[in-house]
């Protein structure tokens, strides 16, 4: 820019510490829409010199995106059916899985008799930041998309949105708890719920109260399979064949971190992993597909369907 990037450097800075004031006053921006907001304000701040229009298009394309994933957040409290959820063959799997390396226990239960500790250890501060990392890493990914090149936005949106609508059906099929149910309701040893513990070793008491507030209100039993695991696998698989191999171990050891999070803090079962993992293959082949298949339609119908 001809003032050398000062201005966005400004913005940017505003928008910085007005993140962070938020972060400490309301929470972190784990709810859909509010997470919207943050990043339309970023993207307006990164290119403060384009017109208005410019950043309404931002909006345009995004609100239909951000009202389908406030109706899934909803849909998803009312999965249950009011139904006892499936628990026992969730336990029986990771004790088929893993049970001769844990003497017989479920993982969760494994690790948190090694690791969890009353006081707060860094692996409990890391964990948090991981799991934070789910309500921000997709949808920051899909904004830099955007602001990049709006045909492969569109490309990672038809799978995201493919992704949650299966994971969501399933949701409905297959209402599933997750550890920390199991726990409370005694079919296996105790296990705490700690995925935001990690946040009181800096003070920051406040920082995960909106996340706090949607774990109270959300579906328990929407555990199978891991959407968490799912995001953070399908982010990394798309980009992966535009990063250059050597990158790969560090880009794969995110959705690794994790599965290590979520099945230390109580969250899922490693099988509610395997099966979010064996949901993102199924949607990149599905979605592939389909586009392939609307390409060739497209090229059938000749040059008067390529003008419309």
């Known amino acids: 820019p001809p003032d050398r990037g000062r201005r966005r450097l400004v913005a940017m800075t505003i928008w910085g510490v007005a993140f962070v004031a938020a972060w400490f006053l309301i929470g972190l921006p784990t709810d859909p829409a509010y997470a919207f907001l943050w990043i339309w304000a970023a993207t307006i701040a990164w290119h403060s010199s384009r017109p208005w229009r410019s950043h309404l298009r931002f909006a345009r394309d995004w609100v239909p995106v951000v009202l389908l994933f406030a109706v899934y957040n909803l849909s998803r409290g009312f999965a249950d059916n009011g139904a006892v959820p499936h628990a026992y063959e969730l336990v029986a799997a990771d004790r088929f899985m893993f049970g001769w390396a844990t003497g017989g226990e479920v993982p969760t239960v494994w690790l948190q008799q090694h690791l969890y500790r009353p006081e707060v250890q860094w692996w409990d501060v890391a964990a948090s930041w991981v799991y934070f990392s789910h309500f921000v890493v997709t949808l920051a990914a899909a904004a830099v998309l955007w602001l990049r090149n709006r045909s492969r936005w569109g490309a990672y949106m038809r799978r995201w949105g493919f ?63 891991s959407l968490h695991t799912a995001w953070a696998l399908f982010v990394v698989l798309f980009f992966m ?38 949901y993102v293959g199924v949607t990149f082949l599905v979605v592939g597909l389909a586009e392939r298949w609307w390409a060739a339609h497209r090229a059938r119908r000749g040059p008067a369907g390529t003008a419309a």
């Open 163 to 225: 992704l949650c609508a299966a994971g969501l059906a399933t949701y409905f099929l297959y209402p599933a708890a997750p550890p920390w149910w199991a726990a409370q309701n005694g079919l296996i040893e105790e296990v705490a719920r700690i995925s935001t513990r990690g946040w009181k070793e800096f003070g920051m008491h406040g920082a995960g109260n909106l996340l706090n507030a949607g774990q109270i209100a959300s579906n328990p039993v929407a555990a199978m399979p």
């Open 241 to 278: 064949t535009a990063t250059r191999k050597r990158w790969w171990p560090l880009l794969l050891a995110y959705p690794l971190a994790m599965t290590f999070t979520l099945v230390y803090s109580g969250e899922h079962y490693v099988i509610d992993v395997l099966v979010g993992w064996t």
